[in-house]
């Protein structure tokens, strides 16, 4: 009886057994058994599925070992994520990079991907990048980006850059000068009148020797053309984007702040040039303020024990402050054989915590408001005043409209002719008028002799 009543159990318990394998994680329903004509097509249709294919991207940048290395441990972690691609990394320094570049371009060897700046629209014009539209809302997520990161890459309605960092210009503020000086630190929303008037001021309360600013005519041309609804270099058009009396009317502002007095002296600024932080009169605490992109606020903080804050750009007529800029992105190229991989790999840079934790603010802010707010709560006091400013300029630029502008054809040139100018007229040889016409007709013609 025993005996029997084992083998009974022993049958029911193999019956369960079945029933229990056979069914899908919290489904309830069994499936096929292997042998039966439906188990064995499952079996077949498992066999036929193939893998991903296995591909290989390659990617270029420019910039030292440091960032090298911080890239290429980014590039491990999409590897891990995306197994079936591997990406060689390959860089060189910012002074060869465009010419390597450029040979590769030439002989139909570039990179699936490669990073560009201001100079984007010279590849655009030459008909080597990938469009991505096809790609966003798939493989490319940029439903967090700014849209002026967005814009930045977009060329007659065609995507050809992602936005890989970005920067603000903004104007940096020696509080301690104001403290000796007794004044109010200058706040979001001012104006170029109130800029010119606390040069002056602070200049003149703090005594010889100190300066209320640079002399920033070359530097914020551009932002001033963006303020009245106009740019330095009309792509649309490939024509200069402003008039002579446009030039003319900024070029006198600084010229009257020269002889108001609060503004650094041509030869002191010939011999300490805002560009170069280590002779930065800023951070040697004799000039108050000075326009410079967000990134460069721990150089300048690094180099004083005076602490400095950042600023929004004084406003235009139109209430127009500056644009979030693009500090570098990246592109894919047209002649890639893994476009669908180049939006993978672009979509992990910008959106993916990993990324963000690991490349950091190397190539300029993240340009998606997750991933700064996701830096900033681990991010050192320097940091947290970038952060905090950077987003303030992304959310006045969901109401004011600012023109992006690009670089001319012919940058290097057209900055030198800038540069020279204000030289000239700051140490008298040519007047406002006279020298800002030399300099138009000449920007026209290095334009037109670069088309």
């Given at each position: 009886?025993?005996?029997?009543?084992?083998?009974?159990?022993?049958?029911?318990?193999?019956?369960?057994?079945?029933?229990?394998?056979?069914?899908?994680?919290?489904?309830?329903?069994?499936?096929?058994?292997?042998g039966t004509p439906a188990g064995t097509a499952a079996a077949t249709a498992a066999a036929t599925v193939k893998p991903a294919e296995q591909v290989e991207l390659r990617i270029m940048w420019w910039g030292d070992q440091k960032r090298a290395d911080r890239t290429n441990e980014a590039l491990r972690i999409f590897e891990q994520k995306h197994?079936?691609?591997?990406?060689?990394?390959?860089?060189?320094?910012?002074?060869?990079?465009?010419?390597?570049?450029?040979?590769q371009i030439a002989s139909g060897t570039a990179p699936d991907a490669f990073f560009l700046g201001g100079n984007v629209v010279d590849y655009v014009t030459k008909g080597v990048l990938l469009d991505m539209n096809a790609y966003v809302g798939k493989e490319l997520n940029l439903s967090d980006m700014d849209k002026s990161m967005i814009q930045y890459g977009t060329f007659k309605e065609k995507?050809?850059?992602?936005?890989?960092?970005?920067?603000?210009?903004?104007?940096?503020?020696?509080?301690?000068?104001?403290?000796?000086?007794?004044?109010?630190?200058?706040?979001?929303?001012?104006?170029?009148?109130?800029?010119?008037?606390?040069?002056?001021?602070?200049?003149?309360?703090?005594?010889?020797?100190?300066?209320?600013?640079?002399?920033?005519?070359?530097?914020?041309?551009?932002?001033?053309?963006?303020?009245?609804?106009?740019?330095?270099?009309?792509?649309?058009?490939?024509?200069?984007?402003?008039?002579?009396?446009?030039?003319?009317?900024?070029?006198?502002?600084?010229?009257?702040?020269?002889?108001?007095?609060?503004?650094?002296?041509?030869?002191?600024?010939?011999?300490?040039?805002?560009?170069?932080?280590?002779?930065?009169?800023?951070?040697?605490?004799?000039?108050?303020?000075?326009?410079?992109?967000?990134?460069?606020?721990?150089?300048?903080?690094?180099?004083?024990?005076?602490?400095?804050?950042?600023?929004q750009v004084p406003v235009g007529t139109?209430?127009?402050?500056?644009?979030?800029?693009?500090?570098?992105?990246?592109?894919?190229?047209?002649?890639?054989?893994?476009?669908?991989?180049?939006?993978?790999?672009?979509?992990?840079?910008?959106?993916?915590?990993?990324?963000?934790?690991?490349?950091?603010?190397?190539?300029?802010?993240?340009?998606?408001?997750?991933?700064?707010?996701?830096l900033k709560k681990e991010a050192n006091p320097v940091d947290q005043i970038i952060y905090d400013f950077c987003n303030r300029v992304s959310e006045a630029n969901k109401t004011r409209q600012v023109k992006i502008s690009y670089n001319p054809p012919g940058n290097a040139e057209y900055t030198k002719l800038l540069e020279t100018t204000v030289q000239e007229i700051s140490f008298g040889r040519k007047d406002v008028k006279k020298g800002v016409e030399d300099f138009y007709n000449g920007a026209v013609k290095i334009l037109n002799n670069n088309k």
């Open positions: 009886m025993k005996k029997a009543w084992l083998i009974t159990a022993m049958a029911m318990m193999a019956t369960g057994l079945a029933a229990c394998g056979g069914s899908d994680s919290g489904s309830g329903s069994s499936a096929p058994a292997t197994p079936n691609i591997k990406v060689v990394g390959e860089f060189a320094p910012s002074s060869g990079y465009f010419d390597k570049l450029n040979t995507l050809y850059h992602i936005s890989a960092g970005a920067n603000a210009r903004g104007i940096v503020v020696n509080t301690e000068l104001f403290k000796k000086a007794g004044m109010e630190l200058p706040k979001d929303g001012w104006t170029w009148a109130d800029y010119a008037r606390i040069s002056k001021e602070i200049s003149g309360k703090l005594g010889k020797d100190y300066y209320g600013t640079y002399d920033y005519t070359v530097d914020g041309l551009g932002i001033y053309m963006g303020q009245n609804d106009k740019m330095v270099y009309d792509m649309d058009k490939n024509a200069i984007g402003f008039e002579q009396k446009d030039a003319e009317n900024w070029f006198n502002y600084w010229a009257d702040m020269r002889k108001a007095g609060g503004i650094v002296t041509p030869e002191l600024q010939v011999a300490n040039p805002p560009g170069d932080t280590s002779k930065s009169m800023i951070v040697t605490g004799k000039v108050a303020m000075g326009l410079i992109a967000s990134n460069q606020l721990v150089a300048h903080q690094n180099l004083t024990k005076d602490q400095l804050i950042l600023v139109n209430g127009n402050g500056v644009v979030f800029e693009s500090s570098q992105g990246l592109s894919g190229y047209a002649k890639t054989k893994h476009p669908k991989e180049v939006a993978q790999l672009m979509n992990f840079w910008i959106n993916d915590p990993d990324a963000a934790k690991i490349l950091g603010n190397d190539r300029g802010v993240p340009v998606t408001t997750a991933m700064r707010d996701l």
